[in-house]
Every structure is written in C-alpha cells, then in structure tokens.
C-alpha cells in the first residue's frame, strides 16, 4: 500500500515544522510549501526544516500561494493549510495588505487548486482570535464570532471560505481553532518565546497590560495531534477548539519561566496592546467527542521544553 501524501503549507513555521516531522515520522510522505516571508528571520524558519530537509521522503517547494502558479502543487490525499501571517498588533495600518493576501487570498487559491482533487481532507488552521473578547467562557464553536484584531478578521474569513468551499463543492474540509499555542520553535514574536530571550540575556521582559490576563495555553505536540485526528476522524464541516486545558495568567506563566530557567525577571510593563482579549478559554468538548483528542502536556511540561529550546537557541547565538 502507498504511503498518504500530504501537503502543509507553512511547512517551515512553527506549527508547520512541527507537523511535517510528525507526518514524516508516521510514514508519509510530505510535500512542504513555504514563501520564507520575512515577518521573522527566515534563517530560523530553514532551521526548523533540518530534520524534515534530511529525509527522503520530504520535498520543499519555495512559493507564494497568493502569486504563484498553484499547478505546481501535486495532486495528494490531505492537505494541512498551516501557512498565514501572524500576528495581532502587527496587523493594524498599512501591513494589513499582506494579513489579506496571505490568509484570504491564498486560502481562496489553495482550496481552488484542490476542489477537484479526491482529498481525504483539507485542514484549515484557523485561531482562537475569531472569538475576539468571548462572551462567554468556556468558549464553545457555536458562539458567533466577534474577532477584535484585523488579523483575527483575516483567519475568520480564510475559515468561511474553507468551509464554503466544503458546501459548494463537497470538499472534505475541516477548521481547527488553536488557542495560543506554545513550545519549541515558536516565533519569535510570541509572549513566551519573547520572556525566555529577555530572561536568558537579562533584558527587561516587557508585559503588555497588568500580567492578569490569561489564556488557554497549547503544546504544540497537542496541536498536532489535533491536526492528523482531524484528518482521520473529523465530521464534514467540523469546526473545531484546539485548547491546551491550561488556563493561565500571564504573570503565573512567568513565574514558572523564572523557575523553570533559575533566572528572576525584571517587568516592564506596558500599555495593553489593541486587538489583545483579556482572556481566552477553550470549550474542548466538541473535539473530544468526535475526535477523541484531549491534551497530553501541562503547562509546566510544556514550558520546561519550551525554555530548554531557547537556551539552546541563545547559546549558539
């Protein structure tokens, strides 16, 4: 029997990376897309392809899914569409070209390349960020979102069209909400990444609002997961929440970062930031029921990987 096929767009990312080992290591074979926008040092986004980059079964291809000729792209049996650019604050003003081009204008090229494909199924990487600030918590799929930055306005948007393109053309598709999800390789811009740099270097670590705000924190191994049951198991249409089930304030998360890496912070706190909800909790229960999927990492696990990877990273720099 021939090995599944898969492509995931975004493959260099974090998630991206992450995902395309795991589908390596199952037996697949994977075809990875990624432009190596400089939203970051692309240098990083090649390092998180050292390990897919040696195996024989992984090809690369280096293009713009919102410019490029998607004929290029083979036909395979799932497509993991991780590929966006993120980030909420950068997304106001001027940059919101590119929050447009990249998550809507390339999901909408994606899913008309492969409409008439034979997919097992496409999955859509969506965010917690459709919610916006909740108006209810635990947050559950049904509640109408609400988001509260361009960005998440751009996600929401690459979510309808996925899902249309599901209703219209019998397209397998399905939707996976990440709540903040964290871990090795995470971007650079990111809370967590960003407090390990200014522990390790002895730099202020800049806190955005009172530290009071929290979230429902994701290892990244448990995104993952998410994505290859989704792939398997999830209903036609299914929108799903991708929670860590650790729900955190933001000045605890670095207490155990302190702790975690021996070092004590010095905050700096900031204004809190446009688009930023106060708070986000996952209802997970749609998922575990038709997935199966619960987390398997805890918030101290978790980050104890999270900063052992940036001590790394920090040395060598």
Not at 114 to 123: C, H, N, Q, T
Not at 252 to 268: D, S
Request: hydrophobic share 40%; with cysteine.
């Amino acid at each position: 029997m021939a090995a599944p096929h898969a492509l995931v767009t975004g493959c260099a990312g974090f998630i991206g990376s992450h995902l395309t080992e795991r589908l390596l290591a199952d037996g697949a074979r994977v075809t990875g897309v990624d432009c190596f926008t400089d939203f970051y040092d692309p240098a990083l986004k090649r390092a998180n392809l050292k390990i897919a980059g040696g195996h024989a079964a992984f090809t690369l291809l280096e293009l713009d899914l919102g410019a490029a000729d998607l004929a290029r792209l083979p036909d395979v049996d799932v497509v993991f569409h991780q590929a966006a650019q993120a980030g909420v604050r950068a997304s106001w003003g001027s940059d919101f070209a590119h929050y447009t081009h990249h998550n809507v204008l390339a999901t909408q090229r994606l899913l008309e390349r492969y409409r008439g494909v034979e997919l097992e199924r496409f999955v859509y990487a969506s965010s917690s960020s459709v919610y916006g600030d909740a108006e209810r918590y635990p947050t559950d799929e049904g509640l109408l979102p609400r988001p509260f930055s361009p960005y998440g306005v751009t996600k929401l948007a690459g979510e309808h069209l996925t899902l249309l393109y599901g209703r219209n053309f019998g397209l397998p598709v399905a939707a996976l909400r990440y709540f903040t999800v964290y871990g090795p390789r995470q971007r650079p811009d990111m809370g967590f990444h960003r407090f390990c740099r200014a522990l390790l270097r002895g730099e202020p670590l800049e806190v955005y609002g009172d530290g009071r705000q929290s979230r429902d924190f994701t290892f990244v191994a448990d995104a993952v997961e998410a994505n290859l049951r989704a792939w398997k198991r999830s209903a036609a249409q299914g929108v799903y929440n991708v929670g860590g089930g650790s729900q955190v304030e933001l000045l605890e998360a670095i207490r155990i970062l302190e702790k975690t890496l021996g070092v004590t912070a010095r905050l700096e706190f900031r204004p809190r930031q446009p688009g930023d909800p106060l708070r986000t909790r996952a209802d997970a229960t749609r998922i575990a029921a038709d997935l199966g999927f619960r987390p398997a990492t805890g918030i101290e696990t978790g980050l104890a990987a999270e900063a052992e990877w940036a001590r790394g990273l920090y040395a060598r720099a």
